[in-house]
C-alpha cells in the first residue's frame, strides 16, 4: 500500500488540547453550494458555521461568467428539453434521476434567487433576457451584467448569509482533514485558523470546497482550487467516482506570461467565430454545430489545429458582430483584452483551452449524502451524475444551488436531532521521517506542468503510466512529512488526488466526453457505459449508470 493510501490524517494532534468550534452544521467553502447550504440549515433551525478559504467572495462561483441553465419559457422549452441535452452532453454516463432533479429545480432557484434581489439581464421590455450556450437546444441561460454571473450570485447569497443570525462566518480558514469517530461518523474538521490548529466539532458537516483546476498548468480557476476537499474526504473514506472526468474549457485569453481568464461560452453563443493564425474558421470542418459544439469537441479541435499551424494559440474573431451589442453585452471581456492593449473590434482575440470543471469527485446521494455518515457534499467537489462525461454549459450553478439547498435542509434539519457530545477524545501521531526534504514549489510546478502534458485533454496509456511513477516517487517524499504551512498541505492534496485522476484516466480504455485517449479513439459502449469509484485503501470498482 503507497503511502497515499495509507495517510489518514496529515498532522498529529490530541483534539482535546486544540482550540476548539462547535456548530450544529459546518459548512465548508463559500461558493453557490456552500451559501446555500449554509442558508438552508440556517432557515431549518440550526446554527451554521461557515468556513471559507480565503474571503468569503474568493472562489470559482465569483469568477463565473456563464450563466444558470433554467427552463422558464415553458411554452417554446420545457424541463424534458433541457434534460435531453444534458443527457446527450453527457455521453452516456449520466444519472437520469440527478438530471431530473437539477433541471426541475431550475425555474424554483431562479425565482428564488429573483426574491434575494439578484440583477439578471432584461430583455427592453423588461423581461428577463435569455441566451443560447453550447449544446442547449433552446436560449434557456441567465446572465447578470453581461459576463458577470457569478460575482452577482455571491452577492446576493453572501447578503443573505450575512443577513441571519443562525450563521456565523470564519474566513481565512483552511480545512486540514475531516474528523472522524471511532465508527467512522463525521464528527467535524481539523482547520488551521488564524495560524493555529482547530478541533472544529460538528453533527453534520456539509463540503463545498470547489474544484481541482490548479493541478494542471493552464487553468481558469483561482489559486484556491487545489483538490483540498476532494483530497480530505478521501482519507476520510469517502468515496470517489468519475476522477478521469475533467472539463477543459476551449476559450481562455491567451498571452504569454500572463495567467489564464475565461472568456465564456456565451461569446460564441452571440455568433462569435474560432479562426486560427490564417483566418480560417474550422469548426464548421469539425461539427455540424461549429462553435456551438459540446465542449470537450471545441477543446479539442482547438488543440488539433495548433498542432496542425504550427503555433501557440488560435483566435475568437467578434469583428463581424455588431460593436454596440457586444460591448454592452460582455462589459468584463471588453475591459480584460483592454488591460492587455486587444481591441476585439479591430483584432482576432488569441485563446487557448484550460482546466475548467472537475467532474469527477465526491459520491453523493440524492440530498447530497456522501458515503461517510454525517458527511455531505455539494457543487464541484461532488459527483451527483449530473454531468456524466461532460458538463453542459451553465449546469453547474443550477447544480450548486439545487444540491447546495437540498443537503442544508437534510443537514439542519438532522442535527437538530444529534445526541452527540464535543470535545471527543480524538487524536493521531504521524511516524517522523528521515527522507530528504523536496522543494515544495519546485514540485507544485512540476506536477501542474506534468498533468497539463500527460493527463490533460489528450491522454496516451504510456504517459498516463509515466505520470503515475512520478507522481508515486513525489509521494515517497511529500506524503511521510508534516507540514505545519498550508502550502505543503496543499501540496499533499495535489498529489492525492492528481493520482487518482491518472489512475481512473489510465483505467479508461476509452474515450468519451471529457476523456479523450489517443491510443483508444472510439466510444466503448458494451465495456465501459460505467462509473469508476474510488475508496481509500481498497481496489476501484465499476458502477453501472443508473
Known sequence: MSLYDERRYLVPFHAPKLPQQVADVLVVGGGVAGLRAAIAAADAGAEVLLL?????????????????????????DSPEAHAADTLAVGAGLCDEAAVRFVVEQGPK???ELLKWGANFDKG??????????????????????GDATGRELSNVQI??????????????????????????????????????????????????????????????????????????????????????MVQFHPTTLYVAGAGRSLITEAVRGEGAYL?????????????????LAPRDVVARAIVDQIRKTEFTHVYLDVRHLDWAHFSCRFPGLIQLCDDFDIDPKTDPIPVHPSAHYMIGGLEVDEIGQT????????????????????????????????????????AGERALCDKLRFPMKLSHDVPHSERTQ??????????????????GIERTGDRLDETREIIGFWGRYIMDKVFDDADGLRLQNMLTIARLIVKAAAARTESRGAHYRMDHPDRDDAHWRLRQRWVRGEEPTNVPVR
Open 371 to 410: 458515503s461517510v455518515e454525517a458527511l455531505y457534499a455539494a457543487g464541484e467537489c461532488t459527483c451527483t451524475g449530473l454531468h456524466g462525461a461532460n458538463r453542459l454549459a451553465s449546469n453547474s450553478l443550477l447544480e450548486g444551488l439545487a444540491y447546495g439547498e437540498a443537503c442544508g435542509r437534510e
Open 159 to 244: 447578503r443573505a448569509v450575512l443577513g441571519r443570525d443562525g450563521i456565523r462566518v470564519l474566513e481565512g480558514a483552511f480545512v486540514v482533514d475531516v474528523l472522524t469517530d471511532e465508527s467512522g461518523r463525521c464528527v467535524g474538521v481539523l482547520a488551521q485558523i488564524d495560524g493555529k490548529l482547530h478541533a472544529v466539532w460538528a453533527r453534520r458537516t456539509i463540503l463545498s470546497t470547489g474544484g481541482t483546476g490548479m493541478l494542471y498548468r493552464e487553468t481558469t480557476n483561482p489559486n484556491i482550487a487545489t483538490a483540498d476537499g476532494h483530497a480530505a474526504a478521501w482519507r476520510a473514506g469517502a468515496a470517489l467516482l468519475d476522477m478521469e
Open 52 to 76: 471559507t478559504k480565503d474571503t468569503i467572495a474568493e472562489s470559482n462561483t465569483w469568477y463565473a461568467q456563464g450563466g444558470i441553465a433554467a427552463v422558464l419559457d415553458t411554452e417554446h
Open 275 to 291: 479562426i486560427d493564425r490564417h483566418g480560417h474558421r474550422f469548426m464548421p470542418d469539425v461539427h455540424r454545430d461549429a462553435e
Open 438 to 455: 523536496l522543494d515544495i514549489t519546485d514540485v507544485r510546478s512540476s506536477l501542474r506542468s506534468l498533468m497539463w502534458r500527460n493527463a
Open 109 to 111: 432557484q431562479v425565482l
Open 124 to 145: 427592453p421590455a423588461g423581461e428577463l433576457s435569455m441566451t443560447l450556450e453550447a449544446g442547449h437546444s433552446f436560449a434557456r441561460i441567465l446572465h447578470a451584467f
